[in-house]
Each structure stands twice: as C-alpha cells, then as structure tokens.
C-alpha cells in the first residue's frame, strides 16, 4: 500500500489547559474521500484546525505528502496544497463574492491560475457568477458555503478539509453541496469531510474515521466495519 | 468532560489580611497620623508624602474605573481641573473659604459625572477611552475662552486662604485612607462583585441580574468625586491654575503609570505605584524634558515584560493576596478554559 | 449669499485635511483593530520632516514627500512588527496604553529636539488666492492641499480594491484566520496597515505644516480630530472618513476661532453617543 497523502500520529491539541484533542492518528489516502464523524465536542474541529495550522499541536505530528508540516503556520500550509474550508463557512462579508474567490488566489503560485480557477468555481457554482458582484455578507447560507468552497478551490488545493459544511443548511441544499464535493473529488483532489451525520457520512465516503473524546476510535471503509459497529464508536458504547 | 485539568490550573490563593495585616495598616496609618499632628517631619518630607497621598487617592480611583470594572478612562483630568477652578474661583472670586472651594467643586464634579454617564455609558473599550478623553479637551477649550475664569490667562488661590503644609498633610492623608478603604469596601460589596463579573463579561453578568448601569454610575461617581477632592487639594497647595496645568493629560498619564507599574486590578498596586511615581518624578526633574519620556518608557516596558505590574506578579509568582480581591487574569483563564470547552 | 458660500467652501476645503488625517486612524482601527493614540504624534513628525527638509535642501514641501512617505511607511512596519504586535497578544487595553505612552514620549522628545516654537513650513502660495466673484475667492494653499488629500485618499481607496495586497488587507480585517487560511500572513498584513496609515500620517503632517503653524504639543489636537472622523465616519470606511472629514470642517468653520473647536469636540461626543458604529457603518 502506498503512502497515505496526510498522516496524523498522536496529535494533541489544547486550549490553555483544557485537552481538546488528546491522541488522534489518522491516514487519508490520496484522491480519496474521507469522512471524520463524532459526536459535538469530540474534538473534530480542533483537529481539522490544528492540521491546517489555525492552531499549534501540543504533540504528535502531521505530514502531508510524506513532508512534515507539524506546527506550520496556516499560511505556509496552504501552499503546500492542503485547504480548509472552515465551519461556518467564514466569509469575508464586507468583500464581494468575486473579492473572496479572487482572495483564494492570494497565495503566489494560485495567482497564475486565477482566471482559470475562477471559471472552474464558476462552472461548479454557476449561482456565484450571477452573484458575483454582491457582498458575501448578503448571500443565504448555502451560498456562503459555495462561496467558501470556491475560494478554497482558488488555492489550487490537492486536498481540501471540509469542517462540517451541512451545519444549519437545509437537506436540498446539503444534497447539492455534497454532489459538487463529489464533483472536485472526481477531478482529483483529495476530500477529508467532517460529519456529525453518520449516515450521510458512511454514504458518501470511501473511508470513515470515528473520533469520540478527543481520539481516533475507530477507522475503516464502511463496507468492512458496517454501520452498528460505527454507531458504536461514535457514541462510545 | 476535561474537568480534571480545570482543577489544577491554580494553586489555592494565600490571603493576607488576617488580623496581621490589619495591625500593620493601623499602625502605619496611625503613624503617619502622629508624625503629621506632632510636626516632626520636616516640611519637605511632608511635601513628598502630601503628593504620594493624593496621587495614590488618584491612581486608586483610576484603577477602580479600568482595573476592576473596565472603564479605561483618559480623561479623568477634567475632574481635577474643574476642583482646581473651584478652589480658585470659590477663594478670590467670591473671597470665600477654601472649604467651601473643595464643596463647591465636589459638587460640580457629582453633577457633571451624572450627566456625562448617561452619555458615556453608551459606550465601552476604546470608545469610552477616547470620549473621555474628548469631553476634557472640549472642557479645557472652553475654559481657554472663558471669561469668568480668565480665559487662558488661570486664576490664583487667594493666598491668605492656602493652609500651611501640616493641614494640607494631614488633609490628603485623610482622603488617601477613605479612598482605599472605600474601595476596599466597596468591592466587597455585592455591587463590586458585579462590577468584577462586568468587566469580565458584561453579558454574563447582566443575565445574572447585575444592575450594569447602577452599578458602574455609583463606581464612576465615587471615581470622579474622590478626583476631584484630590485635584481641589493639589491646586490649593499649588495656589494658581492653569487651563493647560488643571485639563492636562499629564494627569491621566501619571494615573496611568501609577496602575501600570504597581498591577493594575489590585488594590495595593496603586499605593506601591504612587510611591514609585512620586520618587521618580523628583528624580526624572533633574533632568528637564526627559519625564515623560522615561515614564512612558518604563511605562511600556512593564506592559511588555511585567503585564500584572509589580504588586500583581509578586501576587502572582508567591500565591498571595494584600487585601483580598480577585485578581482577574485568573477568571479570564477560566472563561477561555470554558469557551474552548464550548467551542470543542 | 457670497458669505455663506465661501464659509460651505472653505469648510469643504478644511474637510479634506481633515479625511486625510481620519484616514490613517481608521485603517488601524478597522484592520488592526487598534487604536492607535499617537497618530497625532506621527503627523506631527511628518510636519517636522517636511518642514526641515524643504529647508534644508530649499525645494517645495510638497516635494519632500518623496523622501517622507517611504521613510515613515518603513518606520510604521518596524513599529508594529517590532513592538505593537507583540503587546496585541497580551491584549485590547495594554495595546491602547502603548501607544498612549509612545504619544507622550514622542510629544516630549519632539520638545526636546526641536523647543516649543512655532514651526511652518513655508510656500511661495501661501497668499495667493483665486478670485471667482465680488466676495467669494478660493485660497490657492487651501485647494492644493484638498488636492493632495483627495489624491491620497482615491490612490489608497483603488489599493485596496483592486491589488491582491489590498484584498488581503480588506480580507484580515473582516476575519484574519480565514485570511491566514488563504495564506495571508496576519501579522506582516498589520505591519503593513500601519506602514500605509504612518505614509498618509506623513501627508497629512505637510499638509498640517503648510497650512497652520504647529508646535511638538500639536499631537493631541489632531489625534482627536482624527478620531472624531473615525466615530462620524464609522470605522474601516474610506467614503465614510470623507463624508466625516467635511462635516468637522464645516463645524469648525462655522464655528470660527473661538468656538469651532469647541463645536467639532461637542458633535464629535454626541455621535459616539448617539451613533457610535459611525455614519457609513453597517
């Protein structure tokens, strides 16, 4: 078997003195798609933000692409193309939608490309063109997620983290998400979904890790493992 | 479900005011009481300590606005200002007694702390700072053209009417012991308690029914009041005002440093900074042109290097406490601890 | 008639000074989130530099520029890199009480350098005026130096609209981690806000220095003013800061010497009350 494109061993996370993460080790395979589920406060979103560099591990180590990006700034990560579209979407709401995607091209190696990313975003999310001159902050919350999509897209990502992209949206909205993240992994790149639904997370992706407490619990395809046994592990039982 | 690491992040807290510490407090108040009544401090020393007092009574008060209910004032100069015309005013206008000057300046400042809370109170952080600051600078332009007060030209004390420095002394002496034993009292009060959780998070703490408003009006009057006496003391020992001596920002730097240097949100950090004030000012004057400087230098250097000032690190690093109060960078710790809890 | 139209033009006129000056403020505190206390200072400095250097070498101030922009945009970036960011981690207020203390220390090492005289730098069309009707004329100073803040004000407008530094700019200021995410450096984007808000601090210090003769003191007045255009404006909003900007210039002017101060300080104060997220804000 090859070796995974983002490797997790034993990162733990903190704030101040509380463990938001205790011991997580986890592989995502390259041009997979791969769900993180567990329940509220199981320390998902604390792991997606510390690999992505928001914040610094207290121990353990990242690699990604066989490179050691452990304690990283989030800057540097995402030129070495791994994105995170952040939970709740985080638009910049003062900046237009084209200003936001456009931002996605920030770092020097995207800038190249952004007129040609820009039609691919475009071509996924065909309502963000219509839009394209408003401010973000004026779009329904379906339509910020697309719009984080997209300017997660514009960083010309290998691998993009999606932190609980269906949170607050309504189940059509959610299904079409979930098409266009199909879509991308298709051409190519590598998904990593956070999910507190277990069943659309089993659906959809190739390989599931179970978090509950802080650690890994459990990991496998869905097919193997089966839906009780995840059940299980998510709740703790 | 992490409670265990929440309950070793601090050691418990020594508090220092057992009964010890109260028999030394008495003793050097007394102290300083019978060398003031005795006369046998030379006038120069009693200079020193009549300066120390006020500016304790100042960076006390000040402390109490920003360190325990959040109110970063710059412009409580407009509170020592309008006491030094009232002393000047009261004295020569109307050749009355310097008492009533300090009366009579009192009250002016209860009244207009009244009607500025109900426009300062609106806001909070930097805004509140910055309009503070602006309500003093509009007051001092308008006593710059203001002929009933000499327009820029200042006023003196009537000169027959200035006490001798052992009056003045033990005056100022007064008014620094009520200024912390107010404080102190009133922090234990249920009032100052929710003053605490105010400036820790006004939200929480109006939703447990802290009466915000109430609160932090009887914590501003207090302020601008005891400001006042100290400013209406000051200009009767100095015996003339100014518009630029009397609305200076120089005030509010000196109560400023006063806090910075001693810990802000303590109660004795502001008597150990007046000291320190007071001492390196005399020093810094041998050296014309340079105090601010230096202050401000010193001043950023222990934002930078010691943040909790002196009183607070020693706090800090012994684990006790010179007259109880909480300090609050051990409730803001937990509020984070319980935010990070939230947000995992 | 006449009258009251050369008080709303040179109230217009004043205005722009005045946009100038809020608009260094107003990038730090609605990017940086900081309220930067010593902007009055750094104007002053900025009247000091081109000041003595128009005198030294005998060009126009104007040309001065040159040399003081890029300097003072250099010492903005050092400053905030070097020490403002620092003291951002400890927190809001400590952040606030720096940059008071480095006010005071500049206001008194500007004593100690250059005496409490009155300076001004000195042009040849310091009286000229251009005559448009009986009793309505337009100072030829007072225009170049709109010119100059208005200039200032569209150049820095377009930069932030239009360049990928400016996005990244805009973009820290609405959320600086999912700016961080787009691989924006936070702290460098700080150091830059401050660099740009110290180079139109230096512009507006010649234009100050043209226009009124200032002293190392003149710091505080000006600080105010240009927070009073942050509050009217609203914060972080560049046609807010010039909306606000002519306002405080008509209320100064209408005011006149004894009273337009007064005037500017009473309306600066009503609108933190009243309206504090500022006219242009949403």
Redesign the interface.
């Known amino acids: 078997m090859s070796e995974p494109m983002l490797k997790v061993e034993g990162v733990q996370a903190k704030?101040?003195?509380?463990?938001?993460v205790s011991s997580a080790t986890l592989d995502v395979p390259e041009k997979q798609i791969v769900s993180l589920i567990g329940s509220n406060?199981a320390?998902k979103?604390?792991l997606m933000d510390t690999i992505?560099?928001?914040h610094k591990p207290s121990a353990g180590k990242i690699y990604f692409k066989g490179e050691d990006i452990t304690g990283l700034?989030?800057?540097k990560i995402?030129?070495k193309g791994l994105?995170?579209v952040?939970q709740g979407s985080?638009?910049?709401?003062?900046?237009t939608v084209e200003?936001n995607l456009?931002?996605?091209s920030?770092?020097k190696f995207?800038?190249k490309k952004c007129a040609e990313s820009l039609e691919r975003v475009y071509e996924l999310f065909p309502v963000l063109k219509e839009k394209r001159n408003d401010l973000s902050?004026s779009l329904s919350g379906g339509q910020r997620q697309m719009v984080a999509v997209g300017?997660?897209l514009m960083?010309n990502p290998e691998m993009i983290l999606f932190d609980e992209i269906s949170l607050g949206l309504a189940p059509t909205i959610i299904k079409d998400i979930y098409a266009r993240i199909k879509e991308i992994n298709k051409q190519g790149t590598t998904i990593v979904l956070v999910e507190q639904d277990t069943h659309r997370a089993i659906k959809t992706a190739e390989l599931v890790h179970v978090m509950l407490?802080g650690q890994v619990v459990l990991s496998g395809a869905p097919k193997d493992l089966g839906e009780d046994e995840i059940k299980k592990a998510y709740f703790g039982i | 479900m992490e409670t265990k690491s929440l309950a070793s992040a601090h050691k418990p807290i020594k508090v220092l005011d057992g009964l010890v510490m109260w028999i030394v407090c008495a003793v050097v108040v007394v102290a300083l009481y019978a060398l003031g009544v005795t006369g046998a401090l030379p006038n120069n020393t009693m200079r020193y300590l009549f300066k120390i007092f006020l500016y304790i009574t100042m960076g006390s008060m000040w402390n109490l606005m920003s360190g325990f209910t959040g109110m970063t004032s710059l412009g409580q100069q407009v509170f020592v200002g309008i006491a030094g015309y009232s002393v000047a005013v009261m004295t020569t206008t109307y050749k009355m007694s310097f008492w009533m000057g300090i009366l009579v300046g009192a009250v002016i400042a209860i009244i207009f702390a009244l009607i500025l809370s109900f426009v300062l109170f609106r806001m909070s952080g930097m805004y509140f700072a910055v309009a503070t600051w602006l309500v003093s600078e509009a007051v001092s332009t308008w006593f710059t053209s203001w002929k009933y007060v000499n327009q820029g030209g200042g006023m003196t004390v009537r000169t027959t009417q200035i006490p001798r420095i052992g009056s003045l002394y033990l005056m100022a002496l007064t008014l620094c012991v009520l200024a912390v034993v107010v404080i102190f009292l009133l922090l234990r009060t249920k009032t100052g308690l929710g003053l605490t959780a105010m400036r820790d998070d006004a939200d929480a703490a109006s939703s447990v029914g802290v009466n915000l408003f109430k609160s932090k009006l009887l914590c501003y009057i207090i302020c601008c009041l005891f400001i006042a006496l100290a400013g209406g003391l000051f200009f009767l020992n100095k015996g003339s005002v100014l518009p630029s001596s009397a609305f200076g920002i120089d005030w509010t730097v000196s109560m400023v440093f006063i806090v910075i240097i001693g810990g802000i949100g303590t109660v004795s950090g502001p008597i150990l900074g007046a000291i320190v004030y007071v001492l390196l000012d005399e020093f810094l004057s041998h050296y014309p042109g340079w105090s601010n400087i230096i202050l401000g230098a010193i001043a950023i250097l222990v934002i930078i290097f010691l943040p909790d000032g002196i009183m607070g690190t020693l706090q800090k690093k012994l684990h006790f406490e010179i007259f109880s109060q909480k300090r609050f960078s051990e409730h803001k710790k937990d509020k984070k601890i319980e935010d990070a809890a939230n947000a995992a | 008639m006449a009258q009251v139209l050369q008080v709303v033009i040179n109230g217009i006129l004043l205005g722009g000074i005045y946009a100038l000056l809020g608009v260094g403020m107003t990038m730090m505190f609605g990017i940086v989130k900081l309220t930067n206390l010593a902007h009055g200072e750094f104007v002053i400095i900025g009247s000091y530099a081109s000041t003595l250097i128009a005198q030294a070498i005998g060009v126009d101030p104007i040309l001065t520029l040159v040399v003081t922009v890029p300097l003072m945009f250099l010492i903005g970036m050092g400053l905030q890199s070097g020490l403002i960011n620092r003291v951002m981690m400890i927190g809001s207020e400590p952040a606030l009480l720096v940059t008071f203390g480095l006010s005071i220390i500049l206001a008194d090492a500007l004593l100690l350098l250059f005496s409490a005289d009155a300076q001004r730098a000195n042009v040849p069309y310091n009286i000229s005026s251009i005559k448009i009707s009986a009793g309505l004329s337009i100072s030829v100073l007072d225009l170049i130096v709109f010119c100059i803040a208005l200039v200032t004000i569209i150049i820095l407008s377009l930069f932030l609209k239009k360049t990928y530094l400016g996005r990244s700019i805009r973009a820290t200021s609405d959320d600086t981690e999912a700016a961080s995410l787009m691989g924006v450096n936070v702290k460098r984007t700080y150091a830059i806000a401050m660099g740009i808000a110290m180079a139109t601090a230096a512009i507006a210090g010649l234009c100050v220095a043209m226009k009124w003769v200032y002293y190392p003191s003149s710091g505080g007045s000006y600080l105010l003013t240009s927070f009073g255009v942050v509050v009217i404006g609203g914060m972080g909003s560049i046609p807010g800061t010039l909306v606000a900007g002519l306002i405080l210039g008509l209320a100064q002017v209408i005011g006149g010497a004894n009273y337009g101060q007064l005037i500017a300080y009473v309306l600066m104060v009503v609108f933190l009350a009243v309206r504090p997220q500022g006219l242009f804000s949403k």
């Open positions: 704030y101040g003195d509380f463990i938001a406060g320390g979103s604390t992505a560099g928001l700034p989030a800057e995402v030129t994105a995170l952040p985080r638009c910049f709401v003062r900046m200003d456009i931002m996605g920030f770092p995207a800038r902050g300017r997660a960083t407490k």
